[in-house]
T-cell receptor, first 116, second 112 residues
């Protein structure tokens, strides 16, 4: 079945570093992907919608200059957390709908980001 | 952002017991989804519901799309240890909008 792959699965870095997270659809094309953030013991909160070939749309309260999204191909979206600080530490998860089979969103395995 | 109200927040049950959880919203959704999330992993789709009143099963899991389109429930029969995890409902407001709104989650623990 359809699979969404996310990389890296875990990253630890110093405050002030920029971190890039990749989300790939492995056997289907995804013109749209979604990025979520999940804090411990909380639900998934949608951050932004990544659109292939055009700008991402951000949810209210999410800083677009802080969380840069690029969707340059039909199978890859990237989220870059710029100048990360400890409060950005979280579990970041991407998802993509497989429209060719009319399936609901498939989720990646997430990226655990820890900023020291 | 908006979240769906999911209850109970947590459940402690013995192996073999049945489980029931539900999700309610103040607004209408045209699709209801139920996901399970294990620690450190992304959510995995369990059941998708597309029509009001629809009742769908997946093995020991059964879910229903409420007739008002504002609620859904998930039942797990004869629980086993691998059912441990966090269960999330998610709703999609209309077929043209793929954004999902997630429930607050139900943490299921099985007591040995």
């Amino acid at each position: 079945g359809a699979v969404v792959s996310q990389h890296p699965s875990w990253v630890i870095c110093k405050s002030g570093t920029s971190v890039k997270i990749e989300c790939r659809s492995l056997d289907f094309q995804a013109t749209t992907m979604f990025w979520y953030r999940q804090f411990p013991k909380q639900s998934l909160m949608l951050m932004a919608t990544s659109n292939e070939g055009s700008k991402a749309t951000y949810e209210q309260g999410v800083e677009k200059d802080k969380f840069l999204i690029n969707h340059a191909s039909l199978t890859l979206s990237t989220l870059t957390v710029t100048s990360a600080h400890p409060e950005d530490s979280s579990f970041y998860i991407c998802s993509a709908p497989d429209r060719s089979s009319n399936q609901p969103q498939h989720f990646g395995d997430g990226t655990r980001l820890s900023i020291l | 952002g908006q979240q769906l109200n999911q209850s109970p927040q947590s459940m402690f049950i013995q192996e073999g017991e049945d489980v029931s959880m539900n999700c309610t919203s103040s607004s209408i959704f045209n699709t209801w989804l139920w996901y399970k999330q294990d620690p450190g992993e992304g959510p995995v789709l369990l059941i998708a519901l597309y029509k009001a009143g629809e009742l769908t099963s997946n093995g020991r899991l059964t879910a229903q799309f409420g007739i008002t389109r504002k609620d859904s429930f998930l039942n797990i029969s004869a629980s086993i240890p691998s059912d441990v995890g966090i269960y999330f409902c998610a709703g999609r407001p209309n077929f043209g909008n793929e954004k999902l709104t997630f429930g607050t989650g139900t943490r299921l623990t099985i007591i040995p």
